[in-house]
Nanobody, 123 residues
Framework: QVQLVESGGGLVQAGGSLRLSCLAS????????MGWFRQAPGKERDFVAR????????IYADSVKGRFTISRDNAKAITYLQMNSLKPEDTAVYYC????????????????WGQGTQVTVSS
């Protein structure tokens, strides 16, 4: 089993920045990909970004490309999501996820999920 705990959410004005962190524990050696997803009220959970733990290869949703950066500290088992130039439409609960495969954009490709952290961007 793998446990994921997100932190770093909060309230920020449009144009501001936040950095989310995801601390993994347990059988972290069984996972290959870390991802961030988000879910706004009344909407489906959407892909934001993912990183391959060994190669460092990243993929981003078009809506966040150029504004968000996913990174990982393998030694500390922490995955980060740096969010710049935030917009009101970025408001959502952000979830960290881990996949035991080479996961990409689909929630079904991820096996473990954190509880989420709220990000609210005011206009």
């Amino acid at each position: 089993q793998v446990q994921l705990v997100e932190s770093g959410g909060g309230l920020v004005q449009a144009g501001g920045s936040l950095r989310l962190s995801c601390l993994a524990s347990g059988r972290t050696d069984s996972t290959y990909t870390m991802g961030w997803f988000r879910q706004a009220p009344g909407k489906e959970r959407d892909f934001v970004a993912r990183i391959n733990k060994s190669s460092g290869t990243t993929i981003y949703a078009d809506s966040v490309k150029g504004r968000f950066t996913i990174s990982r500290d393998n030694a500390k088992a922490i995955t980060y999501l740096q969010m710049n130039s935030l917009k009101p439409e970025d408001t959502a609960v952000y979830y960290c996820a881990a996949s035991s495969r080479v996961g990409f954009r689909n929630t079904r490709e991820y096996d473990y999920w954190g509880q989420g952290t709220q990000v609210t961007v005011s206009s």
